[in-house]
């Protein structure tokens, strides 16, 4: 899960109790109707030609050099102050205490689960293989936000910064999920994979 701390929100693990870390798996798809075969076109969104009307709430995240597309939901915090993510980590959760998509600054975030035990890969897995200049895409009101990968990183949740989850600042997009070693005793990673992305042309 993802805890908050003041503005700050530090993340001490997203994965679900398990017994044993699930793979990434190239060539899957990982939409509404589960993982999937991916292959060419698939990417089922419909891309809008009018102009957006800025900013919005994000409903689809697509990742179509990965072959994903999940469904985004709107969180909050728990009483434990912590990101109340999906529990099916096909699906990826917007921070709603952030700003939305297409702000005119501040970051962004949607976080997921890498895996579960009981659904196996999530989306957000396909951030361990991203590349910068990769493409993001997100849906919502009808339109399509296209955006590039400008970076990816690795902290300890420990550590994870601040800026993640700012506020202010040049938009960007912030991407989360888990990665590192599997500790099988208390069933999380240890860190956090963050891919940032900046807005940009689309495929």
């Known amino acids: 899960m993802v805890a908050v701390l003041g503005l700050a ?7 679900l109790a398990r017994s044993a ?6 060539g899957l798809s990982i939409g509404q109707g589960g993982v999937r075969p991916a292959g060419p076109g698939a990417v089922p969104l419909a ?10 709430v994000p409903r689809v995240l697509a990742l179509p050099r990965q072959h994903v ?38 970051s962004t975030v949607i976080a997921g689960h890498v895996d579960s035990a009981r659904s196996g890969i999530g989306a957000l897995a396909a951030l361990l293989s991203v590349k910068v200049g ?25 550590a994870l910064p601040a800026a993640v989850f700012r506020l202010d600042g040049p938009q960007v997009l912030t991407l989360v999920t888990c990665g ?3 500790d099988s005793r208390t069933h999380h990673y240890r860190d956090n994979v963050v891919v940032t992305a900046l807005p940009g042309t689309g495929r």
């Open 69 to 106: 597309v999940a469904l985004v939901q709107s969180v909050g915090v728990t009483a434990g102050r912590q990101l109340d993510l999906p529990g099916d980590p096909r699906q990826v959760g917007w921070w709603a205490g952030g700003q939305p998509v297409g702000a005119a600054s501040g």
């Open 47 to 56: 891309w809008a030609r009018r102009a957006p009307a800025l900013p919005v």
């Open 180 to 182: 590192g070693p599997y």
């Open 21 to 26: 870390p699930v793979a990434a798996a190239p």
């Open 134 to 158: 990769d493409p993001v895409e997100v849906s919502a009101g009808g339109v399509v936000l296209h955006y590039r990968v400008a970076s990816r990183s690795t902290y300890r949740k420990t």
């Open 9 to 15: 929100l530090v993340a001490v693990g997203v994965s």
